[in-house]
T-cell receptor, first 113, second 114 residues
Framework: GQQLNQSPQSMFIQEGEDVSMNCTSS?????WLWYKQDPGEGPVLLIA?????ELTSNGRLTAQFGITRKDSFLNISASIPSDVGIYFC?????????????FGTGTRLQVTL | DTGVSQDPRHKITKRGQNVTFRCDPI?????LYWYRQTLGQGPEFLTY????????KSRLLSDRFSAERPKGSFSTLEIQRTEQGDSAMYLC????????????FGPGTRLLVL
């Protein structure tokens, strides 16, 4: 099935550094969601974006809905060890009865002390 | 705990056996989704229900797969004649129609087919 392109695929950063990752699609989405997944667990919702150009924060996390509606960005400021995990973007096209999320390929984040 | 729950969390089975997984959504959510996630990939949509009606099925859902939500509350996903390629994490998510377009996921059932 279709998966959105996320970059980078993985990153090693030091505690305290800021992190940026993005997600791109060939098609338009009406909603963008960002999830974090720990090993062996389900994805946990971090931020939801509903409008092109929207910038939303949740603590140290900030995400933006690209104005083309084909991309989204997630920034994490002042990373801490518990930020380790895999971050997924997901888009919702909302056409007709379609209500399924299309996920990205994931960005694996590792934080060193 | 009022989140989405799934049972079992892990299942090991032999090729050819049937398996059934259960999902209990957040109680007031009338939409329920099943996704499959293989190692190193994001979740992929399988099917979804609005109340008891199954409204969409992915092409990933072969005829060996069947999902039900008989009373519009919990759902089951059955895989018949399992194959090694069915090994994956099966995730369930739920949301409320008319509310925010946010889907909340359960912890998943990890299936290993030997």
């Amino acid at each position: 099935g279709q998966q959105l392109n996320q970059s980078p695929q993985s990153m090693f950063i030091q505690e305290g550094e800021d992190v940026s990752m993005n997600c791109t699609s060939s098609s338009i989405f009406n909603t963008w969601l960002w999830y974090k997944q720990d090993p062996g667990e389900g994805p946990v919702l971090l931020i939801a974006l509903y409008k092109a150009g929207e910038l939303t924060s949740n603590g140290r996390l900030t995400a933006q809905f690209g104005i083309t509606r084909k991309d989204s960005f997630l920034n994490i400021s002042a990373s801490i060890p518990s930020d380790v995990g895999i971050y997924f973007c997901a888009g919702l096209a909302n056409t007709g009865t379609a209500s399924k999320l299309t996920f990205g390929t994931g960005t694996r984040l590792q934080v060193t002390l | 705990d009022t989140g989405v729950s799934q049972d079992p969390r892990h299942k090991i089975t032999k090729r050819g056996q049937n398996v059934t997984f259960r999902c209990d959504p957040i109680s007031e959510h009338n939409r329920l989704y099943w996704y499959r996630q293989t190692l190193g990939q994001g979740p992929e949509f399988l099917t979804y229900f609005q109340n008891e009606a199954q409204l969409e099925k992915s092409r990933l859902l072969s005829d060996r797969f069947s999902a039900e939500r008989p009373k519009g509350s919990f759902s089951t996903l059955e895989i018949q004649r399992t194959e090694q390629g069915d090994s994956a994490m099966y995730l369930c998510a739920s949301r409320m129609t008319g509310g925010a377009e946010t889907q909340y996921f359960g912890p998943g059932t990890r299936l290993l087919v030997l």
